[in-house]
Each structure stands twice: as structure tokens, then as C-alpha cells.
């Protein structure tokens, strides 16, 4: 499904260039977990960006389902993103002037999906991930946890076969925490879906298929 080949990346910084990730070569296969590690800076966000076409490599080569990414304009990598990746966020980045249902439909809204069809779904997926009596409240009436929720709902909207989450328990206590957890790898398991998480959380790294640590830009 996804394939990573010698991947590099740096990013210039005043008269410096800071190297982040120097030679990643991972393979994803559909239905794969795998949970990339590291401390913080390392580069673990970095490297789901890259996978997910938010950034290019400074040198390498993302192969998407036999397509090279770098061969693809603009409006072909957003296509991609809105139709085959889901991205779950650390922050959410839910609009609050919207509700639960609102921001689960974005992804179909700009994929020009009719409302009604992307309505009902968004309200099925919502209520597959505990939110049935929630749809209509706003960002701010909503807690961390169920925040977490919605952001999960939106990244599934499109049914996608990459779920990219970057530290998808990292602003939740643990007990929530565990909730999100079993509920990712839930929805993964019953998918079939092909999940990435980069993560400090050591419990969830555990119960995922295969673990990477990133250390000094090189996979260990």
C-alpha cells in the first residue's frame, strides 16, 4: 500500500540546516499497525507527514498504491489525502464555531459528496464512536475524550485505507487515554484498516504489530 524509499528530510533554519530523518525505508501493507517511537524532535511527526503527502521528502521516494507522489500535482495529492488517508491530530484541529456532525462532514464537503448521504454517515460513524447523543454540540460543549472521538469519526468519513494519528492520546489523562486506544485499534481491527501512530505512549505502541524507534534521524 505505502512505501517509503531512502527518505531524508531537513528544513533550514536561519544559516542552518537541521537533518531530521536520514535513509527511512518502511513498507506498509493493508491491514499493517505499526507505531513509530522516539523521543520528542526526533522526527516521528515529520515521518507521518511524509506518509500522509503533507510534506515531500528532501530526498526519497513515497510510492501511494503504485503512484509516486512526487510525480503528482497538487490537486491529484489532495485527492489522495481526502479520499485514501485519514489524519487524526493530538489538537483536534475541530472548527468550534461547528458541531459534532459539522466537522465530521468536512472531508465529504470538500470531496463534493452529497450532504444527505455524507449526513447520514457521519451521524452512523458518530454513533459507532459513542457520540449518538452528542451530534449537534459545539467544540466547546464537548470534553477532550469526545473531542478525540469526533476527530476519529472525520478521519473515517471517507472510509480511507491509510489512518495516519499523531500522538492521538497525548493530551488526554489515562484513562481516556486507554478508551481512545481500544477504540482506534477496534475500528482498525473490524476495518481492515492500515494504521500509523506515532507516539510516547509505550501501552498503545505495545499493541500494535510493529514498533519503530526513530534515533538520530535513522530507523533502530
Not at 500500500?1 to 531530521?20: A, C, G, P, Y
Not at 503504485?66 to 485527492?79: H, V, Y
Not at 452529497?114 to 451521524?123: V, Y
Not at 470534553?143 to 500522538?167: C, F, H, N, T, Y
Amino acid at each position: 500500500m505505502l512505501e517509503l524509499r531512502n527518505i531524508h528530510k531537513s528544513f533550514r533554519h536561519t544559516d542552518n540546516t537541521i537533518q531530521v530523518l536520514n535513509g527511512i525505508d518502511v513498507i506498509i501493507n493493508p491491514g499493517d499497525s505499526l507505531a513509530v517511537i522516539g523521543s520528542s524532535g526526533v522526527g516521528k511527526s515529520t515521518l507521518l507527514h511524509i506518509m500522509g503527502t503533507l510534506e515531500l521528502p528532501t530526498k526519497g521516494t513515497v510510492i501511494f498504491e503504485t503512484q509516486d507522489i512526487s510525480r503528482m500535482d497538487e490537486a491529484a495529492l489532495c485527492r489522495l489525502r481526502n479520499r485514501e488517508i485519514g489524519f487524526i491530530f493530538q489538537f483536534h484541529h475541530l472548527l468550534p464555531e461547528f458541531n459534532a456532525l459539522e466537522n465530521t462532514i468536512m472531508p465529504a464537503l470538500i470531496g463534493g459528496i452529497d450532504q444527505n448521504i455524507s449526513k447520514k454517515e457521519a451521524r452512523d460513524i458518530l454513533i459507532e464512536v459513542g457520540l449518538g447523543e452528542r451530534l449537534n454540540h459545539r467544540v466547546g460543549e464537548l470534553s477532550g475524550g469526545e473531542q478525540q472521538r469526533v476527530a476519529i469519526a472525520r478521519a473515517l468519513l471517507m472510509k480511507p485505507k491509510l489512518l495516519l494519528a499523531d500522538e492521538p492520546t497525548g493530551n488526554l489523562d489515562r484513562m481516556t487515554g486507554e478508551e481512545i486506544m481500544d477504540l482506534l485499534l477496534g475500528i482498525r481491527e473490524e476495518r481492515g484498516l492500515s494504521m500509523v501512530i506515532a507516539t510516547h505512549n509505550q501501552r498503545l505502541a505495545e499493541r500494535m504489530s510493529t514498533v519503530m524507534e526513530i534515533v538520530d534521524g535513522h530507523i533502530q
